[in-house]
């Protein structure tokens, strides 16, 4: 497509964006609430507006920039991987760092291994193809599972497992893809080199991502802002920073962004809750956004002469490489049959990916146009196909426990002075509606108080007379330093003992 690049087409042409893209934005939620009696997955909605109003289809808008969609790609999912981060349980964390690792290691090694396999050797595909596809399709992607996977009730030990391999599997993905362009480049590849990056991507990104949040932490119990937004602007330079500062150092930036969610998730802080709120909101629009244009650089009409490879491509992968990796890399940790089946079915590809594609077509391999064409269509597929039978699944295995609606309501504490005071929210146990503690005879903290009741979606106010149940969702203002002392006095009442396998994740 030729552009016209004089200052009048460029007016024009950003007056066009202004104008559709947040139409588009807004069809995607429109339709997002609709669909989702049907649980289709939002990702799902966001690429399907972005195919629709795409130039193969409506040709509302022509687009087809796939190193702009790398980029924002890649800063979508900093936002996204530290949402997920702040919001995991440290406690599910420490249950799931064997099989988490292992198939964010040698489980994206296994996936290419057999990937390859089944391609060149079963199908006789051409090298140069076979290869650039098992490894840039090896692994699981962080955007799809934390959007699909946070809305399935699934134990904590799988949903942790699986949401923490889909944060710590891009580096091994992204250096397995360099490699192999470097090789097919050249014809030679550099094993040594390889692993010592590789090793120093793993281990650089958590350190550095602890660095920083920390430093984080330090930053919002001091300075107190009367301005609520400076809370905001800080996290995002936050966030930036943990991703941006492990980039120049070599290392895993989507690690450490995930990293520094977690330390800050974990951590006691003031403004906490609203902080969270914030970058739920963040890593929403973030993920919404980069799947619309992922969607508007589909050129479905590419797909006539090679649909077939890539439903080949798509079984291979979700029945042959992705079940193999799971079934011989976590043997011996204890997991059971039922959910190494459901680990098969749940390793979504998505966003990492498509980026992963645009790589081969950067260095101008032959056949790099063709593997970003297989690549779409086989993410499309598993975001469709898995992504959103992922809760039937779960149900027929019988892993899917009763889940909770999320609550229409929420406080957030707004300050105007120097104070060590937030709001903690918690979540009372199962069962539904199990009896608990009239509120006048819990021992809250000096100085605490229940601010919000939360029952079937129905606002409580909080009487010393109100007898709290399974279920319910309390908000209580109270020090940030309290909050364990907080938690203890809620759950205990109800034979649990407070700690971090008890925070939210709203």
Same mark, same amino acid.
């Given at each position: 497509?030729v552009l016209d690049e004089s200052p009048q087409a460029v007016a024009m042409d950003l007056s066009y964006t202004y104008l559709i893209a947040p139409c588009l934005l807004i069809l995607v939620v429109i339709a997002a609430v609709w669909l989702d009696r049907f649980s289709v997955p939002v990702i799902l909605v966001a690429l399907g507006i972005g195919i629709l109003f795409g130039s193969d289809v409506l040709n509302v808008w022509y687009f087809e920039d796939a190193a702009?969609?790398?980029?924002?790609?890649?800063?979508?999912?900093?936002?996204?991987?530290?949402?997920?981060?702040?919001?995991?349980?440290?406690?599910?964390?420490?249950?799931?760092?064997?099989?988490?690792?292992?198939?964010?290691?040698?489980?994206?090694?296994?996936?290419?291994?057999?990937?390859?396999?089944?391609?060149?050797?079963?199908?006789?595909?051409?090298?140069?193809?076979?290869?650039?596809?098992?490894?840039?399709?090896?692994?699981?992607?962080?955007?799809?599972?934390?959007?699909?996977?946070?809305?399935?009730?699934?134990?904590?030990?799988?949903?942790?497992?699986?949401?923490?391999?889909?944060?710590?599997?891009?580096?091994?993905?992204?250096?397995?893809?360099?490699?192999?362009?470097?090789?097919?480049?050249?014809?030679?590849?550099?094993?040594?080199?390889?692993?010592?990056?590789?090793?120093?991507?793993?281990?650089?990104?958590?350190?550095?991502?602890?660095?920083?949040?920390?430093?984080?932490?330090?930053?919002?119990?001091?300075?107190?802002?009367?301005?609520?937004?400076?809370?905001?602007?800080?996290?995002?330079?936050?966030?930036?920073?943990?991703?941006?500062?492990?980039?120049?150092?070599?290392?895993?930036?989507?690690?450490?962004?995930?990293?520094?969610?977690?330390?800050?998730?974990?951590?006691?802080?003031?403004?906490?809750?609203?902080?969270?709120?914030?970058?739920?909101?963040?890593? /929403?629009?973030?993920?919404?956004?980069?799947?619309?244009?992922?969607?508007?650089?589909?050129?479905?009409?590419?797909?006539?002469?090679?649909? /077939?490879?890539?439903?080949?491509?798509?079984?291979?992968?979700?029945?042959?490489?992705?079940?193999?990796?799971?079934?011989?890399?976590?043997?011996?940790?204890?997991?059971?049959?039922?959910?190494?089946?459901?680990?098969?079915?749940?390793?979504?590809?998505?966003?990492?990916?498509?980026?992963?594609?645009?790589?081969?077509?950067?260095?101008?391999?032959?056949?790099?146009?063709?593997?970003?064409?297989?690549?779409?269509?086989?993410?499309?597929?598993?975001?469709?196909?898995?992504?959103?039978?992922?809760?039937?699944?779960?149900?027929?295995?019988?892993?899917?426990?009763?889940?909770?609606?999320?609550?229409?309501?929420?406080?957030?504490?707004?300050?105007?002075?120097?104070?060590?005071?937030?709001?903690?929210?918690?979540?009372?146990?199962?069962?539904?509606?199990?009896?608990?503690?009239?509120?006048?005879?819990?021992?809250?903290?000096?100085?605490?108080?229940?601010?919000?009741?939360?029952?079937?979606?129905?606002?409580?106010?909080?009487?010393?007379? /109100?007898?709290?149940?399974?279920?319910?969702?309390?908000?209580?203002?109270?020090?940030?330093?309290?909050?364990?002392?907080?938690?203890?006095?809620?759950?205990?009442?109800?034979?649990?003992?407070?700690?971090?396998?008890?925070?939210?994740?709203?």
């Open positions: 497509m702009l969609t790398h980029q924002i790609a890649n800063l979508a999912l900093v936002f996204i991987l530290f949402q997920g981060g702040f919001s995991t349980k440290q406690v599910a964390v420490r249950q799931a760092a064997l099989p988490a690792g292992g198939m964010a290691t040698w489980g994206v090694v296994l996936t290419s291994l057999a990937s390859y396999v089944c391609l060149r050797h079963g199908l006789g595909w051409p090298l140069e193809v076979a290869l650039l596809l098992a490894v840039i399709l090896s692994s699981t992607d962080a955007a799809a599972i934390f959007s699909i996977l946070r809305r399935q009730a699934l134990p904590p030990r799988l949903s942790a497992t699986l949401e923490v391999e889909s944060a710590a599997n891009d580096p091994m993905a992204i250096l397995l893809t360099a490699a192999a362009v470097e090789m097919l480049k050249s014809g030679e590849m550099n094993g040594w080199a390889t692993a010592g990056l590789f090793l120093w991507k793993f281990s650089a990104g958590p350190a550095l991502g602890w660095l920083v949040a920390r430093s984080a932490v330090f930053l919002f119990n001091r300075l107190n802002p009367q301005e609520r937004g400076y809370y905001y602007v800080l996290l995002v330079g936050v966030i930036l920073l943990s991703h941006g500062l492990t980039e120049l150092a070599q290392g895993s930036g989507m690690l450490a962004a995930f990293t520094a969610g977690f330390v800050m998730g974990n951590s006691h802080f003031i403004y906490k809750q609203g902080v969270r709120n914030f970058s739920a909101a963040l890593a /929403t629009i973030a993920n919404i956004g980069a799947f619309v244009l992922m969607g508007l650089l589909v050129f479905p009409h590419r797909w006539a002469g090679l649909w /077939t490879d890539g439903l080949v491509l798509f079984a291979v992968l979700t029945f042959v490489a992705r079940p193999a990796a799971v079934w011989i890399g976590t043997l011996g940790m204890g997991i059971s049959a039922r959910e190494k089946l459901f680990m098969s079915w749940a390793g979504l590809r998505g966003a990492v990916p498509i980026a992963l594609a645009t790589f081969p077509l950067a260095e101008g391999l032959p056949a790099g146009e063709d593997v970003f064409n297989l690549v779409f269509f086989a993410v499309l597929l598993s975001v469709a196909l898995q992504g959103g039978t992922l809760g039937p699944v779960a149900r027929v295995l019988g892993l899917s426990t009763p889940s909770r609606p999320m609550p229409r309501y929420a406080l957030e504490l707004v300050t105007m002075a120097k104070s060590d005071l937030d709001l903690v929210v918690v979540d009372l146990p199962d069962p539904q509606g199990r009896p608990g503690p009239r509120i006048r005879d819990l021992r809250l903290p000096a100085g605490a108080v229940i601010t919000l009741v939360i029952r079937d979606g129905e606002v409580l106010t909080p009487k010393g007379n /109100t007898r709290l149940l399974g279920w319910d969702q309390v908000t209580v203002l109270a020090r940030a330093a309290d909050e364990d002392l907080v938690r203890e006095a809620l759950l205990s009442p109800f034979g649990k003992t407070a700690g971090p396998d008890d925070w939210i994740s709203p």
